[in-house]
C-alpha cells in the first residue's frame, strides 16, 4: 500500500486548494487564454473556477456553471455509462488521464474535445480535487473526417473502375496498390503481384533492355512517361496497351512513388490495322479496276488480277477456273458471274497459308467482279465486232454497231471518270494517313479512305447490274415487308448528305404498308431517286410521301431543283442517259435506267413530271402484292430499248 500511495502521490500536484483558488496569479493566467477551456473540479467533479476560454468554448458564465457538476459536459450516452467519474477515478489513480471524444456544450451542440485531467494532492497527500484543460477539435476533426472520406471516395472510385488498370508502385517499382481493373486486365490477384516489380508486366527483351527503369526515370525527370506498347498477362499472353506513368510527391517536393494507369486498346489496334488493309485492298481493286477499264485484252486482265490477289494476300497458287475445274485441296473459292457464253470462267481460286477473313473474302469477291466486268465487257466487244463486220450487208446495223461503239466509249469516257475521282481521293487519305501519326486522325482518315472505297464499289455494282440486265440475268427475290419501315430507314441515312446539300428532307409516309416485293432491289430504287434528288435538288427541300390501298402502292419523290427539259424526259431512264453535264454532275447516267428495269420487273411504272428551275417528280407505282416478277427476258428487251 505505501509503494502505491507513493506511485500515485508521484504523478500529481502538491497544492493547498484553498490557496490556489484565492490566487490572482492563477486566475489572471488562466483568464488570459482564450483557446482552452482551463478549471478547477472538487474531488467530486463540482465546477470550482472558470476561465474565459471554458466559457468562450463551452458557452457557460461563470455563474451559471461554478458549483455544478461537470458531468453536464459529457453526452448522455457518457452519462448513462458512468464515463466521467471513471475519467475522475483514472486521474485520481494515476495522476492524469486524456482522451478525445465528444463534449456537449450550454446550447446543446456537441464538439470533439481533447481533454486532459489532472489530480491535485493537498498537504496530507489526499486527492483534493484535480484541473481539467479542454480544447476545442472539431474543426480539424471535421478536417481529417473529409480527408478520411475523400481518400475513401477515391479507394471506391478506383476500386470501381474496371476497363483499366490503375495502382500504385514505389520508387523502386514494386507494386504498392492494386485495382480490380489491374487484375482483370493483367490477370494477378492483389496477393500475387503487391511487393512485386512492374518489370513482370513487359515482354522479356523489353526487360532485358532495362526499359522499366528507363520509363521511371523519364517520368521522374519529365513529369509523365506516356507510350502505347505491347504488355504481358499472367498468363503469358500479349496485350496493346496504353500506359501513363506519373510521378506522385508530397508537398515538399519528396518523391513517394509512381501513379500507373494502363488500358487495353488491343482491339482499337486490330480495327486499325484491319481498317489499314481493307483500304490497301480497296485501293488495289481500284488500280485493277481501271487497268481493266483501259486494257481490252481479257487474258491480260486476268493475269493482272491474279498478280493482285498475290500480292495483297501474300498468296502464291491463285487460280482463275474453268466451269468444270476443280479447285486443289484445302483452297478458298468465290464465284466469277460472267455471260453464259464464257461462263466456263467460274470461280477465283487461292490456296491460303493462313485463315481468311472477312475482309479478304470481299476483297477476292471484288477481283472476281472486276474479271466478271472485263469478260462481260469482251463479250459486249465481240458484239461489236460482229456488227461492225455485218455493217456492209445492212446498213441499219451498221449504224447501230457505230452507236453501240459510242456508247461503249462514252461509258469507257465517264465511268474513267467516275472511278478516277475517288481514286485520288483515296490516295490524297492514304498519302496523308502515311503523314500522320496521330491515332485520332489516323482512323478519321482511314474512314475517308474506306467511303471512297465504298464509292468505288457501288460504281462497279452498277457496271454489273447493267451487264446482268443486258443478259436478262436480274433475279427478284420476293418477301414480304413494311415499305413504309425501308422508305424510313433509308431516308435516315440521307439525312446527313441532304443537310450538307441543304435539302432537307420531309417524309409522308403511313405506319405500316406491308407487300410483297424485293426488299434489296426496292431499297436500289430509293437510294437512286434520293441521290438524283440530293443532287440535282438546288439545296431546297425534298418531299417523300408513300400511298397505298389494297391492291398498289405510290411513291413520289420531288425536289424544287433545277429540273428536266421537255425534250430529255423521254429519255432519262436510257442507259447512259443524263439530262445535266457531266462536268456540273457527273456520274454515269445509269441510275434511272436500272431503277426502269427493277420497277417494270415488279410490273409497276415509273414517270416523271418536271418543268425546268422548277424541279421534278419522280412517280413509282407497284402492285402491293406481286405473285411472281414479269419474265426477265421481257423486262431487258424493254430496258435495251
Known amino acids: ?186 490477370g494477378y490477384s492483389a496477393r500475387e503481384i503487391i511487393g512485386e516489380h512492374f518489370s513482370r508486366f513487359y515482354p522479356p527483351e523489353h526487360a532485358r533492355e532495362s526499359r522499366p527503369e528507363r520509363e521511371l526515370e523519364i517520368a521522374t525527370t519529365i513529369g509523365r512517361f506516356e507510350e502505347d506498347a505491347w504488355r504481358v498477362r499472367k498468363d503469358g499472353s500479349r496485350f496493346w496497351a496504353s500506359v501513363v506513368l506519373t510521378p506522385v510527391r508530397n508537398a515538399e517536393g519528396t518523391l513517394l512513388g509512381f501513379a500507373k494507369v494502363t488500358r487495353d486498346l488491343t482491339a482499337r489496334k486490330r480495327v486499325a490495322e484491319e481498317m489499314v488493309e481493307r483500304a490497301r485492298q480497296q485501293e488495289a481493286i481500284s488500280e485493277l479496276g481501271l487497268f481493266a477499264l483501259r486494257t481490252p485484252e481479257l487474258a491480260l486482265v486476268m493475269e493482272r488480277a491474279v498478280r493482285t490477289v498475290q500480292e495483297i494476300l501474300h498468296v502464291e497458287d491463285v487460280r482463275v477456273l474453268r466451269g468444270d475445274d476443280k479447285p486443289p485441296p484445302g483452297a478458298r473459292s468465290v464465284p466469277i458471274h460472267g455471260p453464259e457464253r464464257l461462263s466456263d470462267f467460274g470461280a477465283l481460286s487461292v490456296s491460303p497459308s493462313r485463315p481468311l477473313a472477312a475482309n479478304d473474302f ?126 424510313r430507314q433509308v431516308a435516315d441515312d440521307f439525312r446527313d448528305p441532304s443537310l450538307e446539300s441543304r435539302a432537307p428532307l420531309q417524309l409522308d409516309v403511313p405506319e405500316r404498308v406491308e407487300g410483297c416485293w424485293d426488299r434489296l432491289r426496292l431499297e436500289q430504287v430509293l437510294v437512286n431517286l434520293l441521290s438524283n434528288a440530293v443532287k440535282y435538288g438546288a439545296g431546297k427541300p425534298i418531299v417523300v410521301s408513300l400511298e397505298a390501298d389494297d391492291h398498289k402502292v405510290r411513291l413520289k419523290v420531288a425536289d424544287r431543283g433545277i429540273g428536266i427539259a421537255p425534250d430529255d424526259v423521254d429519255r432519262i431512264f436510257g442507259r447512259f442517259q443524263r439530262a445535266a453535264p457531266i462536268r456540273n454532275y457527273g456520274g454515269l447516267g445509269l441510275g434511272l435506267y436500272i431503277t426502269r428495269y427493277i420497277v417494270e420487273a415488279h410490273r409497276g411504272s415509273i414517270a416523271v413530271e418536271s418543268e425546268l428551275e422548277h424541279g421534278s417528280t419522280f412517280v413509282v407505282e407497284l402492285p402491293r402484292w406481286s405473285i411472281k416478277p414479269v419474265d426477265e427476258h421481257e423486262t431487258a428487251a424493254r430496258a435495251q430499248a
Open 1 to 186: 500500500m505505501i509503494t502505491q500511495w507513493d506511485s500515485m502521490q508521484s504523478h500529481g500536484v502538491h497544492v493547498d486548494l484553498k490557496e490556489l483558488l484565492a490566487s490572482p496569479g492563477f486566475r489572471a493566467v488562466a483568464d488570459s487564454v482564450r483557446d482552452y477551456a482551463i478549471f478547477l473540479l472538487d474531488a467530486n467533479g463540482v465546477v470550482l473556477t472558470w476561465n474565459t476560454g471554458a466559457q468562450h468554448i463551452k458557452g457557460y458564465a461563470p455563474r451559471e456553471i461554478i458549483g455544478q457538476s461537470f458531468t453536464r459536459f459529457y453526452t448522455e450516452q457518457d452519462r448513462a455509462a458512468g464515463r466521467p467519474h471513471v475519467l475522475l477515478a483514472e486521474a485520481a489513480r494515476n495522476g492524469r488521464v486524456e482522451e478525445e471524444g465528444w463534449r456537449v456544450r450550454s446550447d446543446g451542440s456537441c464538439f470533439w474535445a481533447d481533454v486532459v485531467i489532472s489530480r491535485l494532492i493537498g498537504p496530507d497527500g489526499s486527492v483534493v480535487g484535480f484541473m481539467k484543460v479542454t480544447r476545442d477539435l472539431t474543426d480539424r476533426r471535421r478536417a481529417e473526417e473529409a480527408l478520411r472520406q475523400s481518400e475513401e471516395r477515391l479507394r471506391l472510385m478506383v476500386d470501381a473502375v474496371t476497363d483499366y488498370a490503375i495502382f500504385m508502385l514505389d520508387r523502386q517499382g514494386r507494386v504498392a496498390s492494386w485495382n480490380p481493373g489491374a487484375q482483370r486486365l493483367n
Open 362 to 487: 470481299s476483297f477476292l469477291q471484288a477481283v472476281a467482279n472486276v474479271i466478271a466486268a472485263a469478260v462481260a465487257r469482251a463479250g459486249l466487244e465481240e458484239q461489236v465486232r460482229v456488227a461492225e463486220r455485218e455493217r456492209i450487208a445492212e446498213r441499219g446495223r451498221a449504224t447501230e454497231a457505230q452507236e453501240a461503239l459510242q456508247q461503249r466509249d462514252e461509258f469507257i469516257s465517264v465511268a474513267a471518270h467516275e472511278l478516277r475521282t475517288p481514286l485520288t481521293a483515296l490516295q490524297l487519305k492514304l498519302q496523308s494517313l502515311e503523314r500522320t501519326s496521330n491515332p485520332d486522325r489516323r482512323i478519321e482518315r482511314l474512314g475517308g479512305a474506306v467511303r471512297q472505297t465504298e464509292r468505288l464499289s457501288r460504281l462497279i455494282e452498277r457496271l454489273l447490274d447493267v451487264s446482268r440486265i443486258a443478259q436478262g440475268r436480274v433475279e427478284m427475290a420476293l418477301e414480304r415487308f413494311d415499305l413504309s419501315a425501308l422508305v
